[in-house]
């Protein structure tokens, strides 16, 4: 994105303002929003939505009309009370927004005199809410379905999705984390998970429980067994190289992109054990952390173990509903009168 807006025209203000809109949107799609990651297709809509409303805001009747100067303060403003009249999801809203505000701001980090048009435009208030997760019972019954699934079919796919369930639970990894892991991450005993990239381009290391190894050290034979219908001689550092998850649908040996699972093959992966609860991999990260905060009761200890840029975001997880606080003044009620009486 840097070279080519940096070839834009830019040498005054009115050159800058006349820029074509389209240009500086693809330019930043190119570098920020371009896979098939859910960010990266969120940031895509989120464009589109924008560009959408541009045009009906300004009554431009083509996208290749719209310049930057159609990009301002009170447009970005119209569009976001233009969402929640739509009513959208506040979360949305606030994701959108934040969409184009990054947009702005990486154009004009990039062009000297742009001011980033959204800059001052405030997102809605989000109500927090703790973030929903997997109960005890629904637990159980989800394992049972999944024990149950790979005894009626001894499958190399159904042991690798119920592998990638309890890995997801066991670990709290994102979907993407999960699909993007090569086996070379994997320590020789199990036991962690290096360098695994998060959101904000940082790295951290993930552990495995002793619980988890044994089931994933029995995955790990499948997954040589099935590589062998594809490789005559697999070397080792080819093999440490592939997915850790292998999917055999369209694989090409000596492509190790090929092995890769799609995001929405491992979606319903997840999915496709739902029970009483409609399951989908980001569940299991909020499960995951809500289990880790009630037994650890140190919300900096899940912030690092979710690889959270900023504890604030971890703080969701202590958030308490409102039918909890009930029963908690109930009890304390209770407990006072008797110390009365």
């Known amino acids: 994105m840097k070279n080519e807006i940096t070839l834009l025209p830019a040498s005054s203000s009115n050159e800058l303002q006349n820029l074509q809109l389209k240009q500086v949107i693809n330019s930043y799609i190119r570098y920020y929003a371009t896979g098939a990651g859910h960010t990266a297709r969120a940031k895509r809509l989120d464009l589109r939505t924008f560009i959408d409303f541009l045009m009906q805001h300004h009554g431009v009747k083509s996208e290749e009309a719209l310049k930057v100067s159609h990009w301002d303060f009170a447009a970005v403003q119209s569009y976001v009370d233009h969402l929640l009249r739509k009513r959208e999801a506040v979360a ?130 499948d997954r040589e067994a099935t590589l062998k219908k594809f490789y005559a001689k697999l070397s080792r550092s080819e093999n440490l190289n592939l997915p850790l998850f292998i999917s055999t649908y369209n694989a090409v040996p000596g492509k190790i992109e090929s092995f890769m699972i799609g995001p929405k093959t491992l979606w319903r992966a997840i999915n496709e054990l739902s029970c009483s609860t409609n399951l989908h991999p980001h569940l299991l990260r909020h499960s995951y952390a809500i289990d880790l905060l009630n037994e650890s009761n140190d919300v900096r200890l899940v912030s690092q173990a979710l690889g959270h840029s900023d504890v604030r975001i971890t703080m969701r997880y202590t958030e308490r509903r409102d039918e909890e606080i009930a029963e908690a003044l109930e009890k304390s009620r209770k407990r006072s009168r008797r110390s009365n009486s």
């Open 92 to 221: 949305t809203v606030c994701r959108r927004l934040a969409t184009v505000k990054h947009m702005g701001r990486t154009f004009a980090e990039r062009v000297p005199g742009f001011v980033n048009p959204a800059r001052e435009v405030r997102p809605p208030r989000t109500p927090i809410s703790k973030p929903k997760a997997i109960t005890t019972e629904e637990l159980k019954e989800v394992r049972e379905r999944v024990s149950e699934r790979v005894k009626e079919k001894r499958s190399f796919i159904r042991i690798r999705n119920a592998t990638i369930f309890n890995l997801l639970l066991d670990t709290g990894l994102r979907a993407d984390e999960i699909r993007l892991l090569r086996l070379g991450q994997i320590d020789e005993d199990l036991s962690w998970i290096r360098d695994v990239r998060t959101k904000g381009r940082k790295f951290r290391n993930v552990y495995i429980t002793s619980a988890m190894r044994e089931e994933l050290a029995i995955y790990l034979k």
